[in-house]
């Protein structure tokens, strides 16, 4: 498939396609992670043809080994921070740690990721004069000061803080793409992705839908950060993945951004217990120190989403939450975790 992504554009399709959408040659970079791989799922099922780029550092092939050798699907090993040349017609841009663990283990890197790696994607987009969507982020509201969030808010964020690797490269991410879009007539799109959740979570990655489930999957303490009295809006990946393809399908000219969210609002208490319920576990609640700058309350105003793109979250928590417990309880059968 190397060859038939540089080779042609305009090359016949090999496969019918469903839902009438024409079949495109797609670039998801972060494809190995937990949203990228239900999205590259979600596009070969259209009967596109996806080149999955990552560098591995928090994805996994595993998350990919059900296409593996699927004729439509390529993988390549790379770094974003470094250019990329190759010949496609869309350009997902998700690679990224996502996980506060995971962006502040090497967090020069994940400035790069975001800042660097958008340049390399933009430049990319500019050349195939082709159309690229950003994965930003609830994080670019900071802690914030107004609620819920939507976006014509612009944000409280800490500068100089341990999460402003990933919320000022974001937010800079974002700056280029609306700059890039201004000084070269790109066709770009910015999704603000909220706290997205289900299988092919990371296991380790200290989020706290999975840190959750696993704990009361092992009947361990529950850790809860603070007084567990700041409050999430998690949305199941399924719905998010419907949600960045339709603002992908928008016509020329509608950037976004968009928040992609579930207005469903609760505290991590509140989670904590839904979890232990739904598990039957015995586990109890721990309480650990707060991590720095945590955002009190997140939840997204989604109303532009439901006026632009007819797009509302369907899959309730509950619902979400069994499909994630179903994943994690059949990864634990086989693998040992240590939080
Ligand atoms: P993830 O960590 O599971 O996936 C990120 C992927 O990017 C991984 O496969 C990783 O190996 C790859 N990657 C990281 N740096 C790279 C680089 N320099 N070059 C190539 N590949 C690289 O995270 P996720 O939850 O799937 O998040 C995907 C995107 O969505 C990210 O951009 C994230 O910022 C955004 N997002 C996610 C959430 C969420 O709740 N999951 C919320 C807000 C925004
Ligand atoms: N959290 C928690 N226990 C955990 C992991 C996270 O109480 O084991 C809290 C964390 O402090 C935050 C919320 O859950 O208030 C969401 O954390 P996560 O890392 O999943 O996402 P983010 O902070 O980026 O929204």
Redesign the pocket.
């Known amino acids: 498939m190397a060859d038939r992504l540089r080779v042609s554009r305009q090359r016949k399709p090999l496969v019918m396609f469903r839902k009438s959408v024409s079949p495109q040659r797609i670039l998801v970079t972060g494809g190995a992670g937990f949203v990228g791989s239900h999205l590259i799922d979600c596009l070969i099922d259209q009967g596109h043809e996806v080149l999955c780029v990552d560098n591995l550092v928090t994805g996994s092939m595993r998350n990919l080994e059900h296409i593996h050798g699927h004729p439509r699907f390529m993988f390549m090993h790379h770094d974003i921070c470094l250019p990329l040349d190759v010949e496609v017609d869309q350009i997902y841009n998700l690679a990224c740690p ?4 995971h962006y502040q283990r090497d967090p020069v890197q994940t400035t790069k990721t975001c800042v660097l790696g958008a340049i390399n994607m933009l430049e990319l987009a500019r050349r195939l004069n082709c159309r690229i969507l950003q994965a930003s ?3 670019v509201y900071g802690d914030p000061s107004v609620h819920p969030q939507s976006e014509s808010y612009w944000g409280n964020v800490n500068p100089v803080g341990v ?1 402003s690797c990933y919320d000022e490269g974001k937010r800079c991410a974002e700056t280029l793409f609306f700059d890039y879009h201004r000084q070269f007539g790109l066709d770009i799109k910015v999704v603000r992705v909220f ?1 997205a ?1 289900g299988p092919r979570m990371h296991l380790a ?8 489930i696993i ?1 009361a999957l092992q009947n361990r303490a ?5 007084d ?1 009295t ?3 809006s998690f949305c199941f990946v399924d719905d998010l993945v419907a949600g960045m393809m339709r603002l992908m399908e928008t016509e020329r000219g509608f950037t976004g951004p968009v928040n992609i969210g579930n207005p469903n609002e609760l505290t ?1 208490i509140q ?2 217990k839904a979890i232990i319920e739904l598990t039957g576990s015995r586990s109890e609640l721990m309480y ?1 120190p ?2 720095c700058d ?3 309350r ?1 939840k997204p105003d989604i109303s532009l989403a439901q006026s632009k793109l007819c797009w509302s979250p369907s899959i309730e928590l509950r619902e979400g939450l069994r499909r994630s417990i179903e994943y994690f309880r059949s990864v634990l059968a086989v693998e040992q975790v240590v ?1």
Do not use: C, H, W
């Not at 996502?98 to 663990?101: F, K, Q, T």
């Not at 990655?205 to 959750?212: E, I, K, Q, Y």
């Not at 529950?222 to 603070?226: C, F, K, L, P, V």
């Open positions: 996502a996980s506060p663990i982020t609830s994080e999460r706290n959740y990655d200290g989020r706290v839908v999975s840190n959750f704990q529950i850790s809860i950060y603070g567990g700041q409050t999430r991590i989670l904590a650990r707060l991590p945590d955002p009190s997140r939080q």
